[in-house]
């Protein structure tokens, strides 16, 4: 009986890394959800593009006495733990990458078990794979042998919230997330962010320097689908949980060429300049296309957004967004 007043009263939401491109729209979404009163949104330092109505608390996610109050104090039952560092970015800090990617989530994990906490979530990403991965339609379950730190934090990261669920019997949820596209916030420092920054130079009528090669192919999905995907995980009943590692998610596969061809069907003028540097490399070692079918079996995982509706959507958003 204590235990429903305690998930009663323990009902919050917590957002970390809420200042990021996905933390941003996912805790817009969560508030329009579950009330603007029940989102706490945090990140290291507070940015201008601050999603609006929610209380913001300044957490540094390496600080874990910090986190416990903050759950304590904000009656806590569910996190979306987002703060992390991207593959680029990474790739030029790897110790920092590694203590913050890491310790940061075991910090969480550890506080969200000793108080309770419902629910947590936790994204993975396709740079879990590795170059001996099978690279084409990428099973739930291969070889894993990433080569960028951060995708070494994710694999690593994975298994520690696989850990948390059979030691502890935490409810840790994860997603494999591909490349994210969305024209609110812009992405920071990883390898498939030219598939936003290539709108934003169509848009101003530039040509795009995109720095992957014109054929290399990597999943991808619309920002509003990986909201909608991290929702419906949360909310899919425990038993209907079988992978307690992450889930393998995708929507479309595209390669440069084939955005820059698609987005030339709205602006004809556009152009494409391909100058491949280290995160073309990157890219090569990470998934083209992607089995996410258990996803789609476990909870009815469905996309809405394929290449079309997405360069649609991102065309007309952008072209209504001021500069
Ligand atoms: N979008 C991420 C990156 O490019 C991968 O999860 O780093």
Known sequence: MYQRYYAIYMNKILVTGACGQLGSELSTALAHLKGVDNVIISD????NELPSGMQFIPLDVLDQEAIDKTIQKYHIGQVYHLAAML????EQQPRNTWNLNMNGLINLLEVCQQRSVEKVFWPSSIAAFGSHTQLVDTPQFTIMDPETVYGISKLSGELWCEYFHARFGLDVRSLRYPGLISYKSPPGGGTTDYAVAIFHSALKG?????????NTRLPMMYMSD??????ELMSVPKKDISIHTSYNLTAFSITPGELTTAIQTHIPEFNTIYKPDFRDLIAKTWPQTIDDSIARQDWGWRHD????????EMIRNLALTPN
């Open 44 to 47: 290291i330092r507070q940015s």
């Open 87 to 90: 593959s680029a970015t990474g």
């Open 206 to 214: 530039e040509a795009y320097q995109c720095f992957l090669g014109e």
């Open 226 to 231: 990986a909201v909608k995907a991290a929702i």
């Open 305 to 312: 957004y394929g290449l079309d509706r997405m360069v649609a």
